[in-house]
């Protein structure tokens, strides 16, 4: 029995030790690398694009082939919407310029009710893929250390997953947040993948509608030789209703915060 004794408490672990959440999830150098590829390889066809591609995904790109592009979806509709949406889910997942000038595209050749949907399921798509990707990397590495923090960062993480969906919609309502942000910041912080999806599809549709709207008009602006007027996102009757969406999903917040932190938490 003194035996076993002994070596029970052999076996005892050390109270002063604690478990290492980080040492817990080490894994080999080349398994992290290899959770990384995906992130990199964004970063590195974004920094390409930008520098290669910005004078192809334009409007002078778009006017100029108008005529090609306008023949082809009478011959082969469903063709060009696939081939629309596939481009847009590239644009998006690889932060390449020309966003803006899609969506606006979407509204010029299928109009706002089908531009709108087509824009929305493609900007959809893209982002989830850059957060995927982000997540499998960085945000996860991000999520651990969160997951072992104490303190201000402890009570930020927990602040987050009280109001996630709220969060994550004013990042897709606020006009001054870059839309590769709102698809990087939420991976980066381990919020839940079903809150991103939702919250993307539905925050992106108010812009979505105007780009969209703005995108229907080209052909007569191609035809006066002008440039698309933008100046449109800050008529009142555009940016107020964006305003009044960004305050109705931080109502939530704000009523939380006014009453205090829910007991049992």
Not at 8 to 15: A, I, N, R, T, V
Not at 62 to 84: D, G, K, P, S
Request: proline share 6%.
């Amino acid at each position: 029995m003194a035996a076993w004794v002994c070596i029970l408490g052999q076996m005892k672990p050390d109270p002063e030790t604690k478990p290492d959440p980080m040492r817990q999830t080490a894994q080999p150098a080349p398994q992290r690398l290899l959770r990384h590829l995906p992130l990199i390889v964004i970063v590195l066809i974004a920094v390409i694009g930008a520098i290669t591609l910005r004078d192809y995904l334009s409007f002078d790109t778009l006017a100029a082939n108008r005529q090609a592009l306008l023949a082809y979806r009478e011959a082969h509709y469903a063709a060009l919407a696939a081939i629309f949406v596939a481009t847009y889910v590239l644009i998006v997942a690889f932060s390449l310029p020309g966003a803006a000038v899609a969506s606006m595209t979407g509204g010029f050749l299928f109009g706002l009710a089908v531009g709108t949907v087509l824009n929305v399921v493609a900007a959809t798509i893209g982002a989830v893929a850059i957060f995927l990707a982000a997540r499998a990397g960085l945000g996860a590495m991000l999520t651990a250390r969160l997951e072992a923090s104490e303190g201000t960062v402890k009570r930020l993480k927990e602040g987050l997953r009280r109001n996630e969906i709220e969060v994550l919609f004013l990042l897709r309502l606020v006009p001054a947040v870059p839309f590769f942000a709102a698809n990087l910041i939420p991976a980066l912080v381990g919020v839940k993948l079903r809150n991103y999806v939702l919250t993307t599809a539905l925050g992106i549709v108010p812009g979505a509608i105007v780009f969209t709207w703005i995108g229907v008009g080209l052909g007569g602006v191609f035809d006066r030789g002008e440039s698309p007027d933008l100046s449109l996102f800050r008529e009142p009757f555009v940016i107020g209703p964006i305003l009044g969406l960004c305050l109705l999903a931080a109502l939530p917040i704000a009523i939380k915060a006014l009453r205090g932190k829910p007991e049992g938490e």
